[in-house]
């Protein structure tokens, strides 16, 4: 039996904020190698026993205190981790990977291969998948898992050759040697509940703060949007959806083992004015995480139908594209108890929606809001600006349309072209020097455009000030 620590590395936290909830990836594989005897944990690096958050416009102020984390090497957070990992007494660690987590996790592997040098250490994950050069940065990791971690982590810790499994990167003499992608999970009925329990350095009593109510139902996108990176990591070609059993199977689950009715006045912190933060209360709320939950009409009818049959009385929210939108499905949602549905509007513009393959209109988009609101279903709506070619004319029609829209929430951000997706290889070969910019600041509430110096300040000011709209019909929720 492996003793195996999965690592959720620090992010947030040095944002001046946090993230509670449980990292879904890692908790797959933590699930998959204790049922077959293995003793995995998970450790969220970015928890701490606080329900307020920061809000968005926050997160942007706090960027060059950010920074200045990766600036210093020794700073007492980083030894903070290190010294949780090793406490563990762990045979391997296990890191998940996104672009702007790359320089934590690179800081964070050093200091275990210093201190231990018997541990093996492997990174999953998205960057994980699309970089195959990845070791070459990360110096003291020793493998790389490519797509879905599942088989080849097993595999690693039963002691396989590394050189021989499919989806993991290895070191050999002459180079790295890839083994090519781990195969596709076809059905994935069959994968175990992710971990929900095996929480590292967590008190019991503090475990009601960690948000366990994130339920994936689908593995994969088959749109191709320019600026996301989920075609590639998944391949848009085997998206796969788990059969509504199987979800309500699991939601039962959630309600019977970690449901905690815990309430917050958020009368006191809803996301507007001059408040900068808001609670959240955790295990209160299923999220289905998916990219698109409503990417198959006929499935999700039958699940919401699910849902309603069962009375299962749990309160939930959602990813959805505005054109999957119909009046029946709208309705089902709010029968079937949805509290907020999160939709990526991205631009206001048809000439940018149409330069990132959207494969959407504003008015498609305006038409799904309109539905939403006639069901009485609350929404988010997610705006990014910053890309390639943008004008200030194209920012103010977002704004324009953003108002038109009255979502109850806004969630704003600003462009960075992750590694791997369409939009970084079409920079990269038209000459920006992307790969020449630390990973850390590839994320989406860093202040300032990448690739764009022709959106004036002050139209910037002016998009990222929609978040002043939050909230101001509805009854101060406070979580998004």
């Given at each position: 039996m492996?003793?195996?620590?999965?690592?959720?590395?620090?992010?947030?936290?040095?944002?001046?904020?946090?993230?509670?909830?449980?990292?879904?990836?890692?908790?797959?594989?933590?699930?998959?190698?204790n049922?077959?005897?293995?003793?995995?944990?998970?450790?969220?690096?970015?928890?701490?026993?606080?329900?307020?958050?920061?809000?968005?416009?926050?997160?942007?102020?706090n960027?060059?205190?950010?920074?200045?984390?990766?600036?210093?090497?020794?700073?007492?957070?980083?030894?903070e981790?290190?010294?949780?990992?090793?406490?563990?007494?762990?045979d391997?660690?296990?890191?998940?990977?996104?672009?702007?987590?790359i320089?934590?996790?690179?800081?964070?592997?050093?200091?275990i291969?210093?201190?231990?040098?018997?541990?093996?250490?492997?990174?999953?994950?998205?960057?994980?998948?699309?970089?195959?050069?990845l070791?070459k940065?990360?110096?003291?990791?020793?493998?790389?898992?490519l797509?879905?971690?599942?088989?080849?982590?097993?595999?690693?810790?039963?002691?396989?050759?590394?050189?021989?499994?499919?989806?993991?990167i290895?070191?050999?003499?002459?180079?790295?040697?890839?083994?090519?992608?781990?195969?596709?999970?076809?059905?994935i009925?069959?994968?175990?509940?992710?971990?929900?329990d095996?929480?590292?350095?967590?008190?019991?009593n503090?475990?009601?703060?960690?948000d366990?109510?994130?339920?994936?139902?689908?593995?994969?996108?088959?749109?191709?949007?320019?600026?996301?990176?989920?075609?590639?990591?998944?391949?848009?070609?085997?998206?796969?959806?788990?059969?509504?059993?199987s979800?309500?199977?699991?939601?039962?689950?959630?309600?019977?083992?970690y449901?905690?009715?815990?309430?917050?006045?958020?009368?006191?912190?809803?996301?507007i004015?001059?408040?900068?933060?808001?609670?959240?209360?955790?295990?209160?709320?299923?999220y289905?995480?998916?990219?698109?939950?409503?990417?198959?009409?006929?499935?999700?009818?039958?699940?919401?139908?699910?849902?309603?049959?069962?009375?299962?009385?749990?309160?939930?929210?959602?990813?959805?594209?505005?054109?999957?939108l119909?009046?029946?499905?709208?309705?089902?949602?709010?029968e079937?108890?949805?509290?907020?549905?999160?939709?990526?509007?991205?631009?206001?513009?048809?000439?940018?929606?149409?330069?990132?393959?959207?494969?959407?209109?504003?008015?498609?988009?305006?038409k799904?809001?309109?539905?939403?609101?006639?069901a009485?279903?609350?929404?988010?709506a997610?705006?990014?600006?910053?890309?390639?070619?943008?004008?200030?004319?194209?920012?103010?029609?977002?704004?324009d349309?953003?108002?038109?829209?009255?979502?109850?929430?806004?969630?704003?951000?600003?462009?960075a072209?992750?590694?791997?997706?369409?939009?970084?290889?079409?920079?990269?070969?038209?000459?920006h020097?992307?790969?020449?910019?630390?990973?850390?600041?590839?994320?989406?509430?860093?202040?300032?455009?990448?690739?764009?110096?022709?959106?004036?300040?002050?139209?910037?000011?002016?998009?990222?000030?929609?978040?002043?709209?939050?909230?101001?019909?509805?009854?101060?929720?406070?979580?998004?």
């Amino acid at each position: 039996m492996a003793k195996i620590l999965l690592v959720n590395p620090p992010f947030y936290r040095l944002l001046g904020s946090h993230y509670n909830a449980n990292s879904l990836g890692i908790a797959y594989i933590a699930s998959y190698l204790n049922k077959r005897g293995h003793d995995a944990w998970l450790y969220n690096a970015d928890y701490l026993s606080d329900n307020s958050y920061i809000k968005v416009k926050k997160l942007f102020q706090n960027f060059n205190n950010y920074k200045e984390y990766f600036k210093n090497t020794d700073h007492v957070l980083w030894h903070e981790v290190k010294d949780k990992i090793l406490s563990f007494k762990p045979d391997w660690v296990g890191y998940t990977s996104y672009t702007a987590n790359i320089s934590a996790i690179k800081i964070i592997s050093e200091k275990i291969r210093s201190a231990n040098p018997n541990i093996r250490q492997f990174v999953g994950g998205v960057h994980a998948t699309l970089d195959k050069n990845l070791l070459k940065t990360l110096t003291s990791i020793d493998y790389s898992v490519l797509r879905e971690g599942e088989e080849p982590v097993y595999a690693l810790v039963e002691n396989k050759d590394p050189t021989k499994i499919p989806g993991v990167i290895s070191r050999g003499k002459n180079g790295l040697i890839d083994n090519g992608l781990a195969p596709v999970i076809k059905d994935i009925d069959n994968l175990p509940f992710p971990e929900r329990d095996k929480l590292w350095g967590i008190p019991d009593n503090e475990k009601k703060n960690v948000d366990v109510s994130y339920i994936c139902t689908i593995r994969g996108c088959p749109y191709k949007c320019t600026y996301c990176a989920s075609p590639f990591h998944w391949d848009r070609k085997t998206t796969r959806l788990r059969s509504p059993e199987s979800v309500i199977e699991e939601m039962k689950h959630l309600k019977e083992h970690y449901w905690h009715a815990t309430k917050y006045d958020y009368s006191a912190s809803a996301n507007i004015g001059d408040k900068e933060s808001l609670k959240i209360a955790d295990n209160t709320l299923v999220y289905f995480v998916d990219d698109v939950f409503t990417v198959n009409k006929k499935r999700v009818k039958k699940l919401l139908k699910m849902m309603i049959k069962q009375n299962l009385g749990m309160k939930w929210k959602c990813e959805a594209r505005a054109d999957h939108l119909d009046d029946e499905i709208c309705e089902l949602m709010a029968e079937a108890g949805c509290e907020r549905v999160k939709i990526g509007f991205e631009s206001g513009s048809n000439k940018i929606l149409k330069q990132v393959q959207k494969l959407e209109t504003k008015e498609e988009m305006l038409k799904g809001a309109e539905m939403l609101k006639k069901a009485g279903v609350p929404f988010s709506a997610y705006f990014m600006t910053g890309f390639p070619g943008e004008t200030d004319a194209d920012v103010r029609e977002t704004i324009d349309f953003a108002k038109k829209i009255e979502a109850d929430y806004y969630s704003l951000s600003v462009l960075a072209p992750y590694y791997g997706t369409e939009l970084y290889d079409q920079l990269m070969a038209n000459g920006h020097a992307l790969d020449k910019q630390p990973w850390e600041y590839f994320f989406h509430q860093s202040p300032k455009p990448m690739v764009n110096d022709k959106i004036s300040t002050k139209v910037l000011q002016e998009y990222l000030s929609l978040s002043e709209l939050n909230n101001k019909t509805k009854k101060g929720l406070g979580y998004i």
